[in-house]
């Protein structure tokens, strides 16, 4: 990973920021073809023993055989495409990772969110490296300690951002896109992640 930038954590785990990573002329065609070429769709999830829709759209998309289990459902992987391609390789080479997977997130407006958790699944193997990248509306990535509450962060996630998630944060952290009525505009938030092989 490329040096000289600080972990925006003050304990129990490293974040990274990269901001504007990718510029904006790019950023523009990438959001257009994720929006036209990815198989958006919305799937209900159970929380608390009670089956609700997600507030957003999602999608899976990864190497043969990486399937992803998370409240209640199991999603199995697209294969990738040339845009997902070309941002998997922009990260890895900052990153110094090689993701064989990825959770992609569309948030229509404000209204679409996604509440706090740990991407901590098994399937996920210990200490967990997750590449997020945003492409269209900033929104408010929100995080707390997962045992200390009153630890508590707050990072914006710009058009062409990329943050890098590593060490004990899916233990340590929980982290959540809360709603924001005044948001009038879609973001899409590509969550690059490992499967382990199980």
């Known amino acids: 990973m490329k040096k000289n930038y600080?972990?925006?954590?003050?304990?129990?785990?490293?974040?990274?920021?990269?901001p504007a990573l990718f510029g904006p002329g790019i950023c523009n065609k990438l959001f257009d073809l994720l929006t036209q070429n990815i198989a958006w769709k919305?799937?209900?999830?159970?929380?608390?023993?009670?089956?609700?829709?997600?507030?957003?759209?999602?999608?899976?998309?990864?190497?043969?055989?990486?399937?992803?289990?998370?409240?209640?459902?199991?999603?199995?992987?697209?294969p990738w495409t040339n845009e997902l391609l070309t941002i998997k390789k922009t990260i890895e080479k900052i990153?110094?990772?090689?993701?064989?997977s990825a959770l992609l997130n569309l948030y229509r407006d404000g209204n679409d969110?996604?509440?706090?958790?740990?991407?901590?699944?098994?399937?996920?193997?210990?200490?967990?490296v997750i590449g997020?990248?945003?492409?269209?509306?900033?929104?408010?990535?929100?995080?707390?300690?997962?045992?200390?509450?009153?630890?508590?962060?707050?990072?914006?996630l710009d058009n062409g951002s990329f943050l890098l998630m590593k060490g004990?944060?899916?233990?340590?952290?929980?982290?959540?896109?809360?709603?924001?009525?005044?948001?009038i505009k879609p973001r899409i938030n590509i969550t690059f992640r490992i499967i382990k092989e199980m």
């Open 6 to 18: 600080e972990n925006l954590l003050p304990v129990d785990g490293e974040i990274y920021l990269f």
């Open 132 to 156: 997020s990248v945003s492409f269209g509306e900033s929104r408010e990535f929100s995080l707390k300690h997962y045992k200390d509450k009153k630890l508590r962060r707050k990072i914006i």
């Open 42 to 78: 919305q799937e209900p999830v159970k929380i608390m023993g009670q089956e609700i829709m997600q507030p957003r759209l999602t999608a899976w998309y990864g190497d043969e055989g990486r399937s992803y289990s998370y409240t209640g459902i199991t999603m199995h992987p697209a």
């Open 168 to 183: 004990e944060t899916q233990h340590k952290w929980l982290h959540s896109i809360q709603k924001n009525p005044a948001i």
């Open 113 to 128: 969110s996604v509440g706090w958790h740990r991407d901590n699944e098994k399937s996920l193997g210990i200490n967990p």
């Open 95 to 100: 990153s110094g990772e090689h993701f064989n």
